[in-house]
């Protein structure tokens, strides 16, 4: 998935000489208070390029210097401009800057007694800046990025990870449509952020919000203008086996009185720092009442979805882990030499984009029945899987040559799966899940 550029940082509140100071562990500056507002605002500009150069060049002040941003007493006028002015300088960073500083913030947390609240206090303050939400969401897409490089970090993004949780909970979050007449920034952000299937063109992307076609979002308050997950929709007669087919501009608009399958066909998260906040299932549900309050005539609910890590899981398998998997389980093992998971991509993904034999494909089919029920330490591997399975669907049906693109082919060599929601099984697939025993139809029963 490829990843949205980091979400506006938070515009801090104005900085003081004294918080500089504070930072640097000097005395505090006195500033005089009946400046011009143009005095003022060109003091503050030349503050903060003091400050941006003081970071760039990795002269940074003491860990001592930064305590007070973990201060037990959220109304700390020096702890709170401090806070202000670590947030801007880190705004203004580059790369190399932002990790020095998160190192140094790690290591300042470290030092603190241990009572398990001096990171929340910090993140905490962060949010308490103007802005400060979103500023901690691509905060935390920094931490995540280096987290396994910068000591102490993991434990700093533990704790974020928590307040986020609570802060975007599904309770406080909105619930929108975008259609062709919402705003032109917001339905730039979909072009950006589609991470399933690129939107080629305005003309792609005014199909894909037409009136016979649905998109929906979730939206935080602090955020208004950031779709956070959003997911594309668009109504057949019967279950669909093609993504090109959805995705062409050229099919005449759908009848939707005669419409009984909803797809739910593209859904995509937009913030690396929300990684780990789980709020994707109770979007798929609250579009499927959106849609049947809508479209009351709708009778089932499936995705239409790729399969990302296949080709890679494949490529690992030894000819023996292939052999085991495809062949008849009621015939002796071949004495033929079988090919390896590596060559096994290769003539799926050959087969994939034109034909194929009725023998390749079975086998195709076969090696991804299998990949798709398997579990590592309680979780589908592929994610996709692990998505939908979470949210109590079951494992239709595959589809072969389903999405010939070039993504397509090298994810899982244009093999697509259908996810099938029934309303009623949910919980009942949810607990099977639960066993290791993922929910699946009887076609890909046999396959198995």
């Known amino acids: 998935m490829s990843l949205p550029q980091m979400p506006a940082p938070a515009r801090a509140a104005r900085t003081s000489d004294s918080a500089v100071a ?10 005089a208070s009946n400046d011009a507002d143009g005095d003022e605002a060109g003091a503050e500009a030349g503050l903060m390029s003091r400050l941006v150069r003081l970071w760039e060049r990795d002269r940074f002040p003491s860990a001592q210097a930064l305590l007070p941003l973990f201060a037990a007493r959220s109304t700390d006028v020096a702890a709170n401009r401090l806070a202000a002015a670590w947030c801007q300088a880190y705004t203004a960073a580059d790369a190399k ?3 020095a500083m998160l190192t140094m913030l790690a290591a300042c947390e470290g030092a603190q007694q241990a009572d398990g609240e001096s990171a929340t206090r910090l993140f905490r303050r962060f949010n308490n800046q103007p802005d400060g939400l979103r500023f901690l969401v691509g905060l935390r897409a920094d931490m995540l990025r280096w987290r396994k490089q910068v000591s102490g970090l993991p434990a700093l993004d533990k704790t974020l990870e928590g307040l986020l ?4 909970d599904v309770g406080l979050l909105e619930l929108r449509r975008l259609t062709w007449d919402s705003p032109a920034s917001l339905l730039e952000k979909l072009i950006v952020y589609e991470a399933v299937h690129e939107i080629q063109s305005w003309d792609d992307l005014k199909r894909r919000v037409a009136e016979d076609r649905r998109c929906y979002a979730y939206f935080h308050p602090q955020m208004p203008d950031i779709p956070l997950i959003f997911v594309e929709v668009a109504f057949a007669a019967q279950m ?4 090109q087919a959805l ?3 050229r099919q005449p608009a759908q009848n939707l009185d005669k419409a009984r399958w909803a797809i739910f066909y593209s859904i995509s998260n937009t913030q690396p720092g929300l990684r780990g906040i789980s709020f994707g299932n109770f979007l798929l549900k609250r579009v499927i ?3 049947l309050e809508d479209l009351p005539k709708l009778k089932s609910f499936a995705t239409l979805s790729p399969i990302p890590g296949f080709n890679d899981w494949l490529g690992k398998l030894d000819a023996d882990a292939v052999e085991a998997i495809v062949r008849d389980k009621t ?20 087969a994939g984009a034109g034909a194929g034999t009725e023998t390749l494909r079975r086998a195709g089919q076969k090696l991804a029945a299998h990949y798709l029920q ?17 949210n109590g669907a079951r494992i239709e049906r595959l589809n072969w040559g389903a999405d010939r693109s070039a993504k397509g082919l090298a994810q899982s060599a244009a093999l697509m799966v259908n996810y099938l929601y029934e309303l009623d099984a949910l919980d009942d697939n949810l607990t099977r899940l639960g066993e290791g025993k993922p929910a699946v139809s009887r076609a890909i029963a046999r396959m198995s």
Do not use: C, M, Y
């Open 97 to 99: 800057g932002r990790r």
């Open 374 to 390: 398997t579990i590592k330490n309680g979780q589908p591997v592929d994610p996709v899987a692990r998505f939908h399975l979470g």
């Open 331 to 350: 015939r002796e093992r071949s004495r033929q030499r079988v090919p390896d998971g590596a060559r096994w991509v290769a003539r799926l993904t050959r």
């Open 247 to 249: 995705l062409d501009a």
């Open 289 to 291: 009442d959106a849609l």
């Open 22 to 31: 504070s930072a640097r562990g000097a005395a505090p500056v006195v500033v």
């Open 165 to 168: 949780s609570a802060w975007f």
């Open 240 to 243: 669909a086996d093609n993504v």
